[in-house]
């Protein structure tokens, strides 16, 4: 079964850190760009960050650039994203997702994991 | 960066068909790709490439795009079809760029 799983989020003071993993399983997890995408409660999805195949490859949000790294190791089929610097409006629920070359639409999806960020 | 507009709300009936708008410049020319959300599960693709159904979604889904409007229409809608659905395009900046999302109601 093709499955991604977040994991590693909670409750984080401003200024702080959190690394989410997203685990995946059933595919052929380096063939694929992966996102992740999060949901400020109430609100609507944004857009994150973007990684390649090889991991070559990264862009990012204004909104994260500079604070957030992504990253994966395909040996573990396990995508990352290294958060700092966290401020309130990175409140949110985080997905990951499997981006499907070339039209570039999110084809598989984690149930997300959620990150508070508050002191 | 390229704006995607939707509708907050969409209600109807029990087994008549919703339609979903997602607006945009020359949308048309792009490909939009639609998702639905549910709280607590994982978001699922229904529609890609403005019209085509992934496997395992009902041919009740449908989706069309032209001029500066992108529709997902839902037939015979269900109480299983309430969802928040948002439409997706990839632009440059951001790489993906969603609406704003639908709360579809079937009541």
């Known amino acids: 079964e093709v499955q991604l799983v977040e994991s590693g989020g909670g409750l984080v003071q401003p200024g702080g850190s959190r690394r989410l993993s997203c685990a995946a399983s059933?595919?052929?997890?380096?063939?694929?760009?992966m996102y992740w995408v999060r949901q400020a409660s109430g609100k609507g999805l944004i857009w994150v960050s973007r990684?390649?195949?090889?991991?070559?490859?990264?862009s990012y949000a204004d909104s994260v650039k500079g604070r957030f790294t992504i990253s994966r190791d395909n040996a573990k089929n396990t995508l990352y994203l290294e958060m700092n610097s966290l401020r309130a409006e990175d409140t949110a629920l985080y997905f990951c997702a499997r981006v499907q070359a070339y039209y570039y639409y999110m084809d598989v999806w984690g149930k997300g994991t959620t990150v508070t960020v508050s002191s | 960066s390229f704006e995607l507009t939707q509708p907050l709300s969409v209600s109807v009936a029990p087994g008549q068909t919703a339609r979903i708008i997602c607006e945009g410049n020359n949308i048309g020319d792009k490909n939009v790709h639609w998702y639905q959300l549910k709280p607590g599960q994982a978001p699922v693709l229904v529609i890609y490439r403005d019209d085509r159904r992934p496997s395992g979604i009902p041919e009740r889904f449908s989706g069309s795009n032209s001029g500066n409007t992108a529709t997902l229409t839902i037939s015979r809608a269900q109480g299983g079809d309430e969802a928040d659905y948002y439409c997706q395009v990839w632009d440059i900046n951001p790489t993906a760029v969603f609406g704003g999302g639908t709360k579809l109601t079937v009541l």
């Open positions: 990684i390649s195949g090889d991991g070559g490859a990264t």
């Open positions: 059933g595919f052929s997890f380096s063939d694929h760009w």
